[in-house]
């Protein structure tokens, strides 16, 4: 299983990025995927989740009514809109493929990309 993340950046205070996620070796509906994120010096949180249809979604409060995930279950990609960027989003983002789906727990999850810095400029 392999999970490619990409679309990190860096963006103003106030800006938008789009992250993806192409998985492959993996039958990609079955999963439930989500993203979590790694500030410097921080533990690594959860941000966001959706389940194995992509029409339940479940989100950090830090980032509820800002970020939308979303998944494309014919392309094998999840993807993660950022809108309205403040610097506390700085930080690496994973996603990851799970058998939970909707869990916010790092335990439910079997596969890990490696990950794509967002940088948020104040």
């Known amino acids: 299983v392999q999970l490619q993340a990409s679309g990190g950046g860096l963006v103003q205070a106030g800006g938008s990025l789009r992250l993806s996620c192409a998985a492959s070796?993996?039958?990609?509906?079955?999963?439930?995927l989500g993203w979590f994120r790694q500030a410097p010096g921080k533990e690594r949180e959860f941000v966001a989740a959706i389940n194995r249809s992509g029409d339940n979604e479940y989100y950090a409060d830090s980032v509820k009514g800002r970020f939308t995930i979303s998944r494309d279950n014919a392309k094998n990609t999840v993807y993660l809109q950022m809108n309205n960027l403040q610097p506390e989003d700085t930080a690496v983002y994973h996603c990851a493929v799970g058998s939970i789906p909707g869990s916010k727990w790092e335990h439910h999850y079997d596969y890990w990309g490696q990950g794509t810095q967002v940088t948020v400029s104040s």
């Open positions: 070796g993996l039958t990609f509906s079955r999963y439930g």
